[in-house]
């Protein structure tokens, strides 16, 4: 039998880190990662055959749980239409179609291939369209490896301790200005400033990046208004909370309408698919409708936009996302209870179907108290877990993730993992 171990020291020789995107390392929390073999409704198996409960869900987009039968047959089918085509096909119409169905703020769309790419594709027609050139972007706030975005970023970059990565020039960092989430004195203060030269704000609506923090109340609207009055477009970066906290994403959940959203994650079903969309006039600027440039060879790939409708189409079921919801709460609430029967400093946040724990107490609603969290004391809590067999993300700073999958005795399985764990970590 092939072990985990081994495998990773195969893959440090020949992969940087030993992995295709770092936070898989499992460098921040210590020790080495396993390799899935498979995976099936909540849970993964790894090449030694252990079993566990995931509440990453390859970072988001397994919202159905992993191998659904009506998203792996969907694609079965496609395949056998052949792989790619480079011509348009049916599917990229209809995927068309549900997007601005479901999402109303979106007039067209055009599909990429990742959410990086979503995001850079967004920025750029938000400068052509303005014809300005500063973005604004939220201290912990990850927009995937673009330039523009790799300063003070989240997810991976946050958790390296590198925010702000080498090889973005400073030319383009200079054009990227930050603002604390839910801060909205300090973003009245920016459009002041550099209204008249801001192209566009770029918002995780609720931050999934820096942990989870949802926006306090009226702040994305505040947001909106300012951008409004100073002619800056509102990009509201969806690739994570489209789909997971409500059926029409965070400007459902919030009724706040921005001028592009951006997706990824859910809309792929699995597959490498991202998406930028938004209202008529600006969406008609990118080419060949307009002179702002963006292609992809495999973008609208047939495969894909199978995969992608078929999950669209099983969250589109009634009550599928009160279920969700309510599953994440169980799980919350249970996790809270543990820990406050234990005497550990611990809060939670959540919104539909996503999730964060913090080993702080108190309400966590900003960048600087999530940094503030115990990360050491989340560290042993994620790997006591783990040895239970429950996977969580592992990094103090990524949101988690439940599924339609996950069942109650699944959250209470997690819970009983989580009264040892929670023990094992104040040690
Ligand atoms: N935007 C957000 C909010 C994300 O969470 C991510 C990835 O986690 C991205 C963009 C980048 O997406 P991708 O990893 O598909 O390039």
């Known amino acids: 039998m092939t072990t985990n171990h081994e495998l990773f020291q195969r893959a440090q020789q020949l992969m940087p880190g030993g992995v295709n995107s770092p936070?898989?390392?499992?460098?921040?929390?210590?020790?080495?990662?396993?390799?899935?073999?498979?995976?099936?409704?909540?849970?993964?198996?790894?090449?030694?055959?252990?079993?566990?409960?995931?509440?990453?869900?390859?970072?988001?987009?397994?919202?159905?749980?992993?191998?659904?039968p009506q998203v792996r047959e969907a694609v079965e089918r496609a395949v056998k239409n052949g792989l790619s085509y480079g011509?348009?096909?049916?599917?990229?119409?209809?995927?068309?179609?549900t997007i601005t169905r479901l999402i109303p703020?979106?007039?067209?769309?055009?599909?990429?291939?990742?959410?990086?790419?979503?995001?850079?594709?967004?920025?750029?027609?938000?400068?052509?369209?303005t014809n300005r050139s500063l973005i604004v972007k939220f201290e912990g706030c990850y927009h995937g490896h673009g330039d523009s975005f790799l300063v003070k970023a989240g997810s991976g970059a946050l958790t390296f301790g590198v925010p702000t990565s080498p090889g973005?020039?400073?030319?383009?960092?200079?054009?990227?200005?930050?603002?604390?989430?839910?801060?909205?004195?300090?973003?009245?203060?920016?459009?002041?400033?550099?209204?008249?030269?801001?192209?566009?704000?770029?918002?995780?609506?609720?931050?999934?990046?820096?942990n989870c923090i949802p926006p306090k109340d009226g702040y994305l609207q505040a947001l909106r208004e300012l951008c409004t009055k100073h002619g800056a477009l509102l990009i509201f970066d969806e690739v994570m909370t489209g789909f997971r906290v409500a059926l029409g994403g965070a400007q459902a959940y919030y009724g706040v309408t921005p001028d592009l959203t951006t997706f990824?994650?859910?809309?792929?079903?699995?597959?490498?698919?991202?998406?930028?969309?938004?209202?008529r006039d600006l969406m008609q600027q990118i080419a060949p409708a307009g002179p702002i440039y963006q292609a992809g060879t495999l973008s609208g790939n047939p495969v894909a936009m199978a995969a992608g409708l078929a999950m669209l189409e099983l969250i589109q079921a009634p009550g599928f996302y009160d279920q969700l919801a309510a599953r994440t709460r169980l799980l919350t609430d249970g996790l809270q209870a543990i820990a406050d029967g234990?005497?550990?400093?611990?809060?939670?946040?959540?919104?539909?179907?996503?999730?964060?724990?913090?080993?702080?107490?108190?309400?966590?609603?900003?960048?600087?108290?999530?940094?503030?969290?115990?990360?050491?004391?989340?560290?042993?809590?994620?790997?006591?877990?783990?040895e239970r067999g429950v996977y969580l993300a592992p990094s103090a700073f990524e949101a988690g993730f439940v599924s339609s999958a996950h069942s109650e005795q699944?959250?209470?399985d997690t819970l009983e993992a989580a009264r040892g764990a929670m023990k094992a970590a104040r040690a």
């Open 23 to 68: 936070v898989r390392a499992f460098k921040s929390v210590g020790g080495e990662p396993f390799f899935t073999a498979r995976a099936d409704g909540a849970c993964l198996w790894d090449v030694e055959g252990k079993r566990y409960i995931d509440y990453v869900g390859s970072w988001g987009p397994m919202i159905v749980g992993h191998n659904h």
């Open 87 to 97: 011509t348009p096909c049916p599917a990229e119409v209809t995927m068309a179609e």
């Open 105 to 129: 703020s979106i007039d067209m769309v055009r599909m990429v291939n990742s959410g990086t790419e979503a995001t850079m594709s967004a920025i750029r027609l938000a400068r052509g369209a």
């Open 168 to 210: 973005v020039p400073k030319a383009n960092a200079d054009l990227t200005l930050t603002l604390a989430y839910n801060d909205i004195d300090a973003a009245v203060r920016l459009f002041d400033e550099h209204g008249h030269d801001i192209a566009g704000l770029i918002i995780e609506p609720v931050a999934g990046n820096m």
């Open 264 to 279: 990824g994650k859910i809309i792929g079903g699995g597959m490498p698919v991202g998406a930028y969309g938004g209202r």
């Open 342 to 386: 234990e005497g550990i400093p611990f809060s939670t946040n959540r919104v539909g179907g996503m999730f964060g724990l913090f080993f702080t107490a108190g309400k966590v609603e900003s960048y600087a108290q999530a940094t503030a969290a115990d990360t050491a004391m989340f560290n042993r809590f994620f790997h006591g877990m783990l």
């Open 410 to 412: 699944d959250v209470a």
